[in-house]
């Protein structure tokens, strides 16, 4: 029987292989909320990132307007995303139009 000093910590071992993955981890994802004015920068910094899924970013606005207008400058925003997080992290991003609570 093992005991309790034979195991072995897997966090640094999961996050690198979630790197290798293309997956970002809880940190990123946190990062990704509470820095997310700075990250996405303007005009986004009004909008909120809501969900991530399967490479798929959603993100919130208030109302039909601001998403017309947001989707014709989500490259810009992907290739910051990218730059930050990593080419693999983020392959697309959806605008939706809400008032849903902040949060992945």
């Known amino acids: 029987m093992r005991g309790h000093h034979d195991l072995e910590p897997i966090g640094r071992d999961l996050d690198a292989l979630l790197e290798r993955l293309g997956i970002p981890t809880s940190l990123d994802l946190a990062e990704l909320v509470e820095d997310w004015e700075e990250l996405a920068g303007e005009p986004f910094a009004g909008a909120e990132?809501?969900?991530?899924?399967?490479?798929?970013?959603?993100?919130?606005?208030?109302?039909?307007?601001?998403?017309?207008?947001?989707?014709?400058?989500?490259?810009?925003?992907?290739?910051?995303?990218?730059?930050?997080?990593?080419?693999?992290?983020?392959?697309?991003?959806?605008?939706r139009v809400g008032n849903r609570k902040k949060g992945l």
């Open 49 to 95: 990132p809501v969900g991530l899924k399967d490479g798929e970013l959603v993100v919130q606005v208030k109302d039909g307007v601001a998403a017309s207008l947001l989707r014709y400058r989500v490259g810009p925003l992907l290739d910051r995303l990218r730059s930050h997080f990593g080419d693999e992290a983020i392959d697309r991003i959806k605008i």
